[in-house]
């Protein structure tokens, strides 16, 4: 206040002339801030206009955004870049741009600068007016408040297409050429006429500092003095004087390291081009070992077995040998109920006790499955019999697995060169034949090979390939054994028997060849040729008549059995529910739940199904309970004891009981006399089958007799005449 005061008295004593200098010199400050204030118009205006000829000019597309990274505004130059207009480009719309595997990496980097408050810098590729792409860089910085969050986004897109494209030009040369340096190998080294070092690529340099310290320009010889007077030098020096590239394999001096060399002479020096290949060199060996053992057992396998068998009737050989081969008995089983990786372990502690059992001289192999065999030199210890005897003792003991002790037992089979042609491929064949027939004449058994046994095999080789002819030359041909329902006395149905006329042999027994069709697989075809003649004969029977056909295991393996049943039938027109499929209780022994859904099936459509053979298998009992059958077939090997063996008739009378109580037709097989029909009669059994009923009929006669038969109780009268008695 005294301020103001003492200025306003100083005006009212100050004279005209100093108020006069003081009003100029306030017009002057005006002035010189209205020039001030004009030259920083113009100064903002040519700004403006520098900041526009720049963006029209610049060859960058120059754009804003709000603090969320939405564009507020972009350049013109945008649409020329892109194809885009503008207002499709604000907020998100520039994204549309993209190429979409550059869509994820650009916006993470976007919301990291947004998130950090920190300048962003990416690359991309947007779509061109073509259709094309090319390569852009984005750069965005934010403008902070004084709080530090973000203002605006002031950003610049680049056009760096050509640039993209010559470094990827130049990383391909650049790959190319580091391709030809290697020169297909690891490492290069080049010496000079001197034996001094004048190059060596990086990873040469690398790997040898891993052993020694080297340099270029080092002496050769002062860094590797080891390899002074070896094959290395000598190597070298050959390559030198022959002009020749000289390539080979070593172990470097006073290591373990397997190198492969290949020096190359030039006009400068050598150039040793090389790469460590223990790994490769222990691999490839570890290929060897395994091509020549089993990887389950560490045995030898096939491969190796057969080559030592060729070796030992190599010319010089010393000492014969012989072959055994042995098969595991009933190994499937422990693999159905226990599981692979218990029947694996079981395979390895097998291959332990048999190793233990041979001697140093013999070559233990699995050739595969559970099948092993032995080279036995009879040179180095007993005879191969007393050997084969020594490998089955080995099977006396139980094999502890898993804290399960299981039983097993082996079929054995020898051949030596006495018994067989001095062959490798005759030795083995004469081995395998006579384990053939120690699996024939049961477990736990040992055959040598003799010529009867070759013979035989001989034969049922020659019976197998008429076997397989006999079809197309009709060969094979239904009979038909008629069935007798014992509470109506009428004759209900037949079952059909195949039977087999050889052109030069004559009949041949179904106990013969009906075996061999099982092993080789023949059974399948002429199974489904039995099915279907027999529905076809049976469509020209009466309608109340059944016609039954057994089915082997392999026929039940068939997951479309049930559609080929019934495909048989509706072809022939005959109703499913006149057809009974009989099968053994080995159906059910193996694959149970999956041919038990085949048979479940089967029954479904209407086909009944009947348990042939009951009381010889292995659990009949269980069977039963597992899956409903309509009909048990008792075997006639209880039928004939009928009168003769008191137990025989307990076990029949017990099963008759057994299959009412569970609603099934019991049915008698091998009736042959009056006293064993009234026997069944009078215990209650429903039917009876066997040549005191009637023989196996051809196909025409046992038509016509069926046709001829009327419903007042003839059929049974009928199977009374002679032509029903005869043999078929």
Known sequence: ?????????????????????????????????????????????????????????????????????????????WVTRTGLN?????????????????????????????????????????????????????????????????VRWYGMTEDIHDRKMAEEALKHSEASTRSLLECTTDFVIVVDHDWRIAYMNKSAASYIRLFIDVNVGDGFWDVFPNYRDTEFEHHYRQAIASGEPVRFEAVAPGTKVWVDINACPSSTGLALFFRDITEAKRAREDLVRLAHEDALTGLANRTRFNQTLEEAFAPGAEGNSSVILLDLDLFKEVNDTLGHPVGDALLRSVALRLRSAVGEGDLVARLGGDEFAVIHREASGPSAGALAERLMAGFSDSFLVDGVAIKLAASIGIASPAQAPSSAEALF???????????????????????????????????????????????????????????????VGAEALLRWRHPVRG??????FIPLAEDTGLIV???????????????????????????????????????????????AGVSPSRLEIEITESVLLHDSDRNLAILHALRTAGVRIALDDFGTGYSSLSYLRRFPFDKLKLDRCFVGDIGVSRPSEAIIRAAGEMGRALAMTTTAEGVET???????????????????????????????????????????????????????
Request: proline share 5%.
């Open 1 to 77: 206040m005294r301020s103001m005061t003492s200025r306003r008295n100083r005006d009212r004593s100050a004279t005209p002339e100093q108020k006069r200098e003081t009003d100029t010199a306030a017009a002057r400050r005006i002035a010189t801030l209205e020039q001030i204030v004009g030259d920083l118009q113009d100064r903002l205006r040519e700004s403006e206009d520098h900041s526009r000829n720049v963006r029209d000019l610049s060859h960058q597309v120059l754009w804003t955004a709000d603090p969320d990274g939405d564009i507020l505004e972009i350049s013109p130059l």
């Open 86 to 150: 503008v207002e499709g480009s604000l907020g998100a719309g520039w994204i549309a741009a993209l190429h979409p595997d550059d869509v994820a990496p650009t916006l993470v980097e976007w919301e990291r600068g947004r998130t950090t408050c920190t300048s962003c810098d990416i690359e991309y590729r947007l779509k061109t007016h073509d259709g094309s792409f090319r390569w852009f860089r984005a750069r965005a910085a934010p403008r902070l408040a004084a709080d530090g969050s973000i």
């Open 429 to 491: 064949k004469a081995a395998d034949i006579a384990l053939y027939r120690a699996k024939e004449d049961g477990r736990g058994t040992i055959r040598a090979f003799d010529r009867p046994m070759a013979e035989r095999v001989q034969a049922r080789k020659s019976m197998k390939l008429d076997l397989e002819a006999a079809l197309a030359r009709n060969e094979l041909r239904l009979v038909f054994q008629p069935l007798l329902d014992l509470g109506s006395d009428r004759i």
């Open 507 to 512: 009949e041949v027994s179904p106990a013969e």
């Open 525 to 571: 075809p002429i199974g489904e040729w039995v099915l279907s003649e027999a529905c076809r004969h049976a469509a020209s029977w009466p309608v109340d008549l059944t016609v039954a056909v057994n089915l082997s295991p392999a026929q039940i393996r068939d997951e479309i059995l049930p559609l080929r049943v019934l495909a048989a039938a509706l072809k």
């Open 674 to 728: 009056a006293e064993q029909l009234a026997w069944l009669r009078a215990n209650g059994w429903s039917q009876a089958q066997g040549y005191h009923i009637g023989r196996p009929l051809e196909a025409p006669a046992v038509g016509a007799l069926f046709r001829n038969l009327d419903a007042t109780g003839a059929r049974r009268a009928a199977l009374r005449h002679p032509t029903m008695r005869r043999s078929a």
